[in-house]
């Protein structure tokens, strides 16, 4: 039997640097499909590097985050706060036509990219819901029958693991972290951002994983943090986009 590899990249926020650093960490590396749980833009100041790059992908399976429904005006954004809202208005009147379309395209998650393996933005039963403690995981693993799902949205990179009826929570506190996950139970798996972490480390998150071996390896990458806070600086943005990228927060 083949052995099949999915590169995982959720919230890239529009981070040409960190989208590039992630690309340059694995590019001797063969990928099957990639999977991307959303949030392509937003907050960062390169929507068209990122949305250009992010269609070039071969066997991409992306679900829409919420601020790819605001920044291609699928959304207002009255729920965004005034930061995130700005860079959304930003990036509506900065993206092309194409990509513009192509972030409205994306579907609603949950999705399937292979049997047993789902995708979600923030949760399964609602895309946009932030999916932290141990008891929010045990209600999305009683909500539906996925073996593994990768979500993003919270941009903290953490494991739930449910086995025996008991979720368990897996910490991604090193910048190398390899798991192989049990055959008899289920996975919850959020990678981290690549364009915007808030766990304190800066680094680009992001992650791969091999369904036959079920070895998952979830990875931090530096990147050129200074150009891309620089981006956001030069295009007006808030400066508070910019000094959370050095903070990782
Ligand atoms: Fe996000």
Redesign the pocket.
């Known amino acids: 039997m083949g052995r099949t590899r999915y590169l995982i990249l959720?919230?890239i926020?529009s981070n040409q640097e960190a989208l590039e650093a992630v690309l340059r960490a694995v590019h001797r590396r063969h990928y099957d499909g990639v999977i991307c749980m959303?949030?392509l833009v937003?907050?960062g100041a390169s929507p068209n590097p990122v949305v250009t790059r992010i269609r070039k992908f071969k066997g991409l399976v992306a679900v829409r985050?919420?601020?790819d429904k605001v920044c291609s005006g699928l959304e207002d954004g009255r729920n965004f706060n005034a930061a995130a809202r700005q860079a959304a208005m930003w990036t509506l009147s900065k993206l092309r036509p194409e990509n513009k379309d192509f972030l409205k395209s994306l579907p609603q998650g949950p999705k399937e990219a292979a049997p047993g393996i789902w995708l979600a933005h923030g949760s399964i039963p609602e895309e946009d819901a932030y999916l932290f403690s141990d008891f929010d995981a045990y209600q999305v693993f009683e909500s539906s029958p996925f073996q593994v799902c990768f979500f993003?949205?919270t941009?903290f990179p953490m494991v739930f693991q449910q086995r025996a009826g008991n979720v368990e929570l897996i910490p991604l506190k090193e910048d190398l972290v390899e798991l192989t996950l049990m055959p008899d139970a289920r996975y919850l798996i959020n990678p981290g951002?690549v364009g915007?972490p808030r766990d304190r480390n800066p680094k680009a998150a992001f992650a791969e994983y091999s369904p036959e071996s079920r070895r998952l390896v979830v990875r931090r990458v530096p990147y050129d943090i200074a150009s891309a806070a620089l981006r956001i600086r030069r295009a007006s943005l808030p400066e508070s986009l910019a000094n959370r990228l050095f903070l990782g927060a």
């Open positions: 959720s919230d926020h959303g949030d937003g907050y985050g919420n601020h993003g949205h941009h951002s915007q």
